[in-house]
């Protein structure tokens, strides 16, 4: 009798000339079992049409149907006259549609060993073809040691007949069957095995990017993390994609290859694009030594088996939490707002709550969950959970957990999607299938496992999902989303457009930047040009390296930073605080970095002292006095006064009296000849290298026409970029699009204590306005200070109907933002400085990178280098009069990004500089819920809309 697995690689061999005769005589069929997967699997090929889906069955026709099967096989073998002799020449023949190129395998067709493949079949290029090969030879050299023991044999020959991994099963039928009979043969299979380590199919996830479709990358990512069989997947990608799986098909290419055990060579050497580093950066927060030494081996080797042992193991246990939240934001960060979901319809409208997962494929999740748990099963990784019939117990709830597993639903404080305890326990209570529960499980047991939170701050109430959104679709303009879901090609970034656009007509509100994913394994990409830090490949926790995103889509020029002893205390009034830890000294926020205090220089009122004394604090560093005389010093910041300067660290030499923008850095005339000076204003953070307040810029012959950020010269014209700006000879005004409301110079003050010719000035700086006119006060840096400078300040509109504002640090106005108030690394930063040239890294570099971070166009961030040394944020709405809608999710980006600073994920610290911020507290505007609408706080707010820097208005 022929084997079987021969039989299936002749059929490929000869282009399937053979198999309609097999289709047309479906009489073989006959000798299957009746209602028997093989007799199923062989009267589909009567039926199948597709010659793709054709070609997939028949290669796994032998899973369905064992070659103890004699009839059936005789049949089969009847109707492919002639087959024998080809048989009998040599077990790569069925490998030849491997294949990359069409003249490889037309001389594998025509060879009758390995050693007639030429040059033409090259090892390098044709690696799938050469590792099947291989697997066919060890095949037939393993299994003829079974000699006549037929059952032995066949169950050898199962191993290796497809191109799928070995399961458990059929190792263990192996030992069982040949263990007697041959112990060569066993010890040959094990090496083979051993060899090939079990896959889980979310390892084979960048395989999907490699798919030319866009619909088609989105189903393969659908079907590996739905599906667990290879049949299932196969033919799931077949009907979805719409493609034969041919192996010069990139994305099929790269399943095909994957399948396949890799040589000694890869063994000794892994190709470090076969990393994570994305996910590499979460393992330090593992509780437990054994999930972080797996959460490593998934994040360095992704054809390694340990995918199934950390779901089992770690994926829901509630002492990892932190380890699993971060490898959630690696994957699917928390994003605001969901739409267009057919199915979990209850989701929809809702513009300021954050989802992980909020698209079709998730919604389409939901409805074959529901379908599945209609059998009466959860199936979990480590358990599964016996239920009533869903249909008619509580099937809205159930609807509802369904939903929110496949959308997740995320706090922007813990970023957590685990369902509250206490729904868990009410519909088990109500829902679970007793009568089949294990002995000891209860409801309560199965949710302190599952979901063992009961904080409507850290968990999801299902309540809140049983009906739909009262927003409806009147909403659709206030808060958009044009990020989410992604409309960008896999290998792009998408980001909120707030240049805007010289062609109005094509103007779209977002841009897709080509990126590069932070490993081969990962599917989180930094735009071209960014500079990111990773765990370094081999180093112990801690160790990084700062590499560039370049254009061939890859990460280069990486360059190592010193250790980060992550196991090093502080020790602090003589108790220990762990790495990582915030914690209060005084009146000061602080926090534990490698044995270091990192405090902020805030200065603290002795409450219980002397009403004299307290009359006297103004909360200013050193408790200068709040007299405004401003200087200038070497880092590009405006202090109020000589005495707050040397209270923070300068000496006489290093500040000059005046408002650093107020001086002309090019006076000097610092520059060569045959360049130009021009002035470039800016805050540095890093003190290792100079800070200048100029560049100096030659002639440019041409300017990258592509290269679209529009400025304003001094004239009110508008030039495409700042190149051709200085190639038309014309001084810059401000970047963004030229506004009618800046045509007139009205000085305005901005947070950081600088005067700003015009409102457009200041918000290109990136800085929000205190109030109009030039600076005059310096702002109270504490809450307890009752009387300061402020007080001749006026303020406009200082309690706006609805808005409950804050005043951010060292302003006198008050504003209706989020203000976030950042500690930050000097050391790291000064490294960063030093890895980019002893470039400066300055308060824009972080700004522009944090502007990433916001997704909704209806805010912008704004920011300054505070007196105390804090970097303070600013997210606020930019329209004229924003909405309440608006200022909530200002309020939940504000909150999202003070939730990835404190808890370090890779979604923002992998950017640099982000990656020198270490803790953050946040303050946010509340509006009372009866306001219809939010009047304007002051002139900062209306100059957010009109500068045309941000917002949807101007695309």
Known sequence: MLECLQIVAVLFALNFVFPPLLAQDPSCCHHAAEFSPCKEACDQLATIKSESRLKHLLQRLPSYCPESMNELWVCVNSTLPGVSRKLDSWVGLGCCELAISSECRRECRQASSRND?????????????????????????????????????EYCQAIFRTDSTP????????????????PQLLGCVSNFTKSYPIRSPIDSLYCCDRAEATHCQVACRRILRTLSTEHEIMEGLIDECGSQPLPQDPMWQCFLGSAHPPSPTEKEVPHPAKMDCAKLHCCSKANTSFCRDMCQEISTNWGSQTWQDFDQLCEYNPVESELINCLADVREPCQLGCKDLTYCTNFNNRPTE???????????????????????????????????????????????????????????????????????VEILTQCGDRK???EGQTPERICELLSPIDDAERCIPLHRYLTASSLGNSIVDEVIHPCNPNPCPSSHVCQVNRRGCLDELSCQPFLCVPGCKLGEASDFLVPQDARVQVPTRTGPTGCYEVCTCGASGRLENCAEVPCVDIN???????????????????????????????????????????????????????????????????????????????????????????????????????CQRNQRCIPKYRVCLSDSSDCPQYECAGRQLSC???????????????HASLCQLQQAGKSLAYMGHCQEACRRRQ????????????????????????????????????????DSACSLVSCPHPSPAGCLPVTPPGACCPVCASVLQILWNKELINTFSKLNKNQPVTVHDVLQVMRLHVSVPQCD?????????????????????????????????????????????????????LSALLASETRTSSVHSGSSRVSPLSVALWALLVAGLCGPRNL
Request: hydrophobic share 30%; proline share 6%.
């Open 861 to 913: 961030v704004f920011g300054y280098l505070s007196m105390d040394h804090t970097l303070v944020i600013l997210i606020a709405p930019v329209d004229h009069q924003p909405t309440p809608l608006q200022m909530e999710a200002c309020k939940m980006e504000a909150e999202k990004i003070d939730s990835l600073i404190n808890y370090s994920s890779p979604t923002l610290i992998s950017h640099v500089p």
């Open 747 to 786: 000085q305005v003050c901005g947070h950081n204590g600088e005067t700003y010719n015009t409102l457009c000035d200041a918000y290109s700086d990136r800085v929000g306005v205190d109030y109009e006119g030039h600076c005059q006060a310096a702002g109270a840096v504490s809450e307890m200070v009752t």
């Open 117 to 153: 493949l030429t040059k033409v079949c090259k090892k390098v290029t044709e690696n799938p073809l050469y590792s099947c090969i291989s697997k066919n030879e060890m095949g037939s050299t393993c299994c003829s040691y079974a000699g006549r023991h037929t059952t032995c044999r």
């Open 436 to 438: 089949r529960f294990h």
């Open 167 to 182: 399961t458990v099963s059929q190792i263990n039928a192996v030992t069982e069957y040949c263990q007697s009979h041959s």
């Open 704 to 718: 990258d026409k592509n290269s679209v950020e529009p400025v304003c010269d001094t004239d009110g014209l508008i």
């Open 568 to 670: 090093k205390p502080c020790v602090v009034g003589g108790q220990k605080k762990n790495h990582g830890t915030s914690f209060k000294l005084d009146c000061g926020n602080c926090f534990c970095f490698a044995g270091d205090v990192v405090c902020s220089d805030r200065e603290c009122s002795d409450i219980e002292g002397p009403d004299e004394d307290r009359q006297h604090f103004t909360g200013l560093p050193c408790s200068c006095p709040d007299h405004f005389i401003p200087v200038c010093a070497s880092n590009g910041r405006t202090y109020p006064s000589a005495c707050v300067a040397r209270c923070v660290g300068f000496k006489d030499h290093q500040f000059v009296f005046g408002q650093c923008r107020l001086t002309n850095p090019c006076a000097s005339k610092p």
């Open 354 to 424: 954050l989802f992980r997962s909020c698209n079709m494929q998730s919604d389409q999740g939901a409805m074959n969950d529901i379908k599945l748990w209609s059998n009466g099963t959860i199936k979990m990784p480590f358990m599964n959970i016996p239920v009533l019939d869903i249909r008619k117990c509580l099937p809205d709830m159930w609807k509802a957990v369904a939903c929110s597993l496949q959308i997740k639903p995320c706090h922007s404080k813990s970023r957590g999607s685990v369902i509250c305890k206490s729904d868990c």
